[in-house]
């Protein structure tokens, strides 16, 4: 069984840092890409960004790209997301989920296993 918690959220100003991790238990964990999603209020949960095992092959949705950098940890069993220039409408739940497939993909139906998501607010 894989459990993922997610930490690092809160309320910050439009324009700071904020880092969020995630902390993978159980050997799958370890072994597939790993994702950040996103769900602000009243819209659909939505990719981010995802890494793959090695760490070394990375992707980011276009409105991300640039401010954002995923990276994890596998022995450790963590990933991160740093996340600079925050805007007001990036105000949502991230969550982190572990891909079922070797490779990084954005639809969350590759996804199989999923934390309960940290808040985080930005203000403008």
């Known amino acids: 069984q894989v459990q993922l918690v997610e930490s690092g959220g809160g309320l910050v100003q439009a324009g700071v840092s904020l880092r969020l991790s995630c902390a993978a238990s159980g050997r799958t964990a370890s072994s597939y890409p790993m994702g950040w999603f996103r769900q602000a209020p009243g819209k659909e949960r939505e990719f981010v960004a995802g890494v793959t095992y090695s760490g070394l092959n990375t992707d980011y949705a276009e409105s991300v790209k640039g401010r954002f950098t995923i990276s994890r940890d596998s022995p450790k069993n963590m990933m991160y997301l740093q996340m600079n220039s925050l805007k007001p409408e990036e105000t949502a739940v991230y969550y982190c989920?572990?891909?079922?497939?070797?490779?990084?993909?954005?639809?969350?139906?590759?996804?199989?296993?999923w934390g309960q998501g940290t808040q985080v607010t930005v203000s403008s």
């Open positions: 989920a572990v891909n079922r497939y070797a490779l990084i993909y954005r639809p969350e139906s590759t996804y199989q296993y």
